[in-house]
């Protein structure tokens, strides 16, 4: 099979997880390789994600690392043989790949739960919050890659909440609510569609107020995905050079209980909701 010009995100973690599996066997690479029949160089390839691997050589290695989490090993096989090509596609070689990751990442998830401290997350912005957000990027972006940001954001909004989609939840800070990205009618329209998506089903909006005792989690944004199973849990950050995605266990384990401190010193749904109401009346 030819390598991969550019493997996603998740066909790297599948490689990535079928590495950790053999370490933990204590095998190496040529190892492997031997029990596939293939030379170490195209066993690095399977397990860089830049050469893909069929479901009988992964319940085959699963068996040899003596594996015994069936779970993990049904999901690494649905992982292999998953041939989605989903609405994100349209936007390879227009957008870093990593917008398509984000999307890919959303649609396999069992929950999304995402914290936003710095503006409201992206499934919840209206258009043109989110047109306000990319616009100030410096130096500025062309304006067929900003609209084609803003089309991405509003497809994975359109996906929210919707049928067979994962419970999304949404923690936001009150100063994320007041900050105005772009002017006044901006800012009352994103609270108006705050309130509207709040009462979607599988939809969840919390709010901090900046009054709430004990929160010291300004810079605690993230988006965090679950997988099939917890192992295949996935944390999306922003960084200044782009997306960070963490899969290591120790820092899902950290981000998981930093997402349940923050959700701790939120409001309950609906008195979120009340909240957000007396917010936009303010404007």
Not at 162 to 167: C, K, R, T, V
Not at 192 to 214: A, K, N, W
Not at 216 to 236: C, E, F, I, W
């Amino acid at each position: 099979m030819p390598a991969r010009n550019q493997p996603t995100f998740r066909q790297v973690r599948l490689g990535a997880e079928l590495r950790k599996l053999r370490e933990a066997a204590g095998l190496s690479s040529r190892d492997a390789a031997g029990l596939l029949g293939v030379n170490p160089a195209q066993m690095s390839q399977f397990e860089a994600g830049n050469s893909g691997i069929n479901e009988e050589r992964v319940r085959r290695l699963a068996a040899h690392y003596a594996c015994a989490d069936a779970e993990l090993i049904e999901a690494l096989v649905d992982m292999a043989n998953d041939r989605t090509r989903g609405w994100w596609e349209a936007y390879r070689g227009v957008l870093p790949p990593s917008f398509l990751d984000l999307a890919e990442l959303e649609h396999h998830a069992t929950f999304v739960q995402e914290i936003g401290t710095t503006h409201v997350t992206g499934p919840l912005q209206t258009e043109d919050y989110a047109r306000a957000v990319f616009a100030y990027w410096r130096p500025e972006l062309p304006t067929s890659e900003l609209e084609a940001r803003v089309a991405h954001r509003m497809h994975r909004k359109a996906v929210l909440g919707g049928e067979g989609a994962a419970p999304y939840t949404a923690v936001l800070h009150e100063s994320v609510l007041r900050t105005r990205v772009a002017d006044r009618v901006v800012a009352r329209r994103q609270l108006d569609e705050l309130l509207v998506q709040s009462e979607r089903p599988g939809i969840t909006v919390r709010v901090i107020p900046f009054d709430v005792d004990g929160f010291a989690g300004a810079s605690a944004a993230l988006l965090y995905a679950g997988g099939r199973v917890p192992v295949l849990d996935t944390v999306q950050k922003d960084t200044p050079s782009g997306s960070a995605f963490v899969d290591a266990a120790a820092q899902l384990q950290s981000m998981r209980t930093l997402f349940r401190k923050v959700e701790s010193a939120s409001l309950e749904p609906a008195l979120s909701r009340d909240f957000i109401h007396r917010l936009a009346k303010e404007l």
